[in-house]
């Protein structure tokens, strides 16, 4: 139903210049001391947005964000000691 998203991290020399990037995907939060930027777009148009983003000038690296591959269903194997205090 929803297509599959990914995320970029564009890190950028200024950020007059991040409006180029609207047109990539949207973007997600603009860091003003670190000049990068998080942008999020379909996947499936992922590899051929993140060649065209290095074409830019202000643009120094292009990173593929880690998110989708970190696990986020958590299992305990310590036993619950709450039930030994009532």
């Given amino acids: 139903m929803f297509p599959e998203r990914t995320g970029l991290i564009i890190w950028v020399n200024d950020l007059k ?6 047109r990539f995907g949207s973007i997600h939060y603009a860091s003003k001391r670190m ?3 998080v942008i999020y777009m379909n996947a499936d148009k992922a590899e051929e947005a993140t060649k065209a983003i290095q074409k830019y000038p202000f643009v120094k690296k292009v990173e593929r964000s880690m998110r989708n591959e970190i696990p986020t269903e958590y299992n305990s194997n310590v036993p619950d000691k709450s039930k030994l205090y009532t």
């Avoid at 210049?17 to 609207?22: A, G, I, R, T």
């Fill in 35 to 37: 000049h990068y930027v």
């Fill in 17 to 22: 210049s991040v409006k180029h990037l609207e």
